[in-house]
């Protein structure tokens, strides 16, 4: 493969160093989240790199314990370090619909390493055929961590399927790649204040 032959997707994987386990994944994925937006969308955004600039003071009074803005529409999350010398942006998937999209101030509540996937009520009442746990390991859909916020089934964790970062994939919450959410893990506590946009 040349890299003029490279689509996004592969781009994407390989960014996310998640092409190795983009096969045996991706059929598995969607059947836990519904449809990842198509390619042939017309308003399917193609540069994961178009973040929009965001500033934390037009969102934050201060940066105590830190601070995330989750943009739903530029898809991507944005970190400050308390004494403000970090400043990050990641990539990820979004909610699927406005429907499971909830805007507002909320914090995080807990970290958990190598989370368990239990599907929400309204995930089952939607898709009664969706197992009733996913244990850890490359099928679950939060794949290494989950950051819970203190909007019940609401995280930021990370991805079984590389494909779904920078589209509309999700039923509510944010999904980074791995890699990105394992560095985002070591950065943020219980308290980190969150925005979502």
């Given at each position: 493969?040349t890299?003029a032959?490279l689509?996004?997707?592969q781009?994407l994987?390989?960014?996310?160093?998640g092409?190795?386990?983009?096969?045996?994944?991706?059929?598995?994925?969607?059947?836990?989240?519904?449809?990842?937006e198509s390619?042939?969308?017309?308003?399917?955004?193609r540069?994961?790199?178009a973040?929009?600039?965001?500033e934390?003071r037009?969102?934050f009074?201060?940066?105590?314990h830190g601070?995330?803005?989750c943009d739903?529409?530029s898809?991507?999350?944005?970190?400050?370090?308390?004494?403000e010398?970090?400043?990050?942006?990641?990539?990820?998937?979004?909610p699927?619909?406005?429907e499971?999209?909830?805007?507002?101030?909320?914090?995080i509540v807990?970290?958990?390493?190598?989370p368990?996937?239990?599907p929400?009520?309204n995930?089952?009442?939607?898709?009664?055929t969706?197992?009733?746990?996913?244990?850890p390991?490359?099928?679950?859909?939060?794949?290494?961590?989950?950051?819970?916020?203190s909007?019940?089934?609401?995280?930021?964790h990370?991805?079984d399927?590389p494909?779904?970062?920078?589209?509309?994939?999700?039923?509510?919450?944010f999904?980074?790649f791995?890699?990105?959410?394992e560095?985002?893990?070591?950065l943020v506590?219980?308290?980190?204040?969150?925005v979502v946009?």
């Amino acid at each position: 493969m040349t890299n003029a032959n490279l689509n996004r997707r592969q781009i994407l994987a390989l960014a996310g160093g998640g092409l190795a386990s983009l096969p045996a994944t991706s059929a598995l994925a969607q059947s836990f989240v519904g449809e990842i937006e198509s390619d042939s969308v017309a308003h399917v955004r193609r540069n994961t790199m178009a973040f929009r600039t965001v500033e934390w003071r037009d969102h934050f009074d201060n940066l105590r314990h830190g601070a995330i803005i989750c943009d739903s529409a530029s898809r991507a999350v944005h970190y400050w370090s308390e004494d403000e010398n970090t400043y990050l942006v990641y990539p990820c998937s979004v909610p699927m619909t406005e429907e499971f999209t909830r805007r507002g101030r909320t914090e995080i509540v807990l970290k958990r390493r190598e989370p368990t996937w239990i599907p929400t009520p309204n995930m089952r009442e939607r898709d009664p055929t969706l197992p009733a746990i996913v244990h850890p390991g490359p099928d679950n859909p939060l794949g290494t961590r989950a950051l819970n916020l203190s909007w019940q089934y609401y995280r930021i964790h990370g991805i079984d399927d590389p494909a779904k970062i920078g589209r509309r994939a999700s039923n509510g919450c944010f999904g980074l790649f791995n890699h990105h959410v394992e560095q985002l893990f070591e950065l943020v506590r219980v308290g980190t204040q969150v925005v979502v946009i």
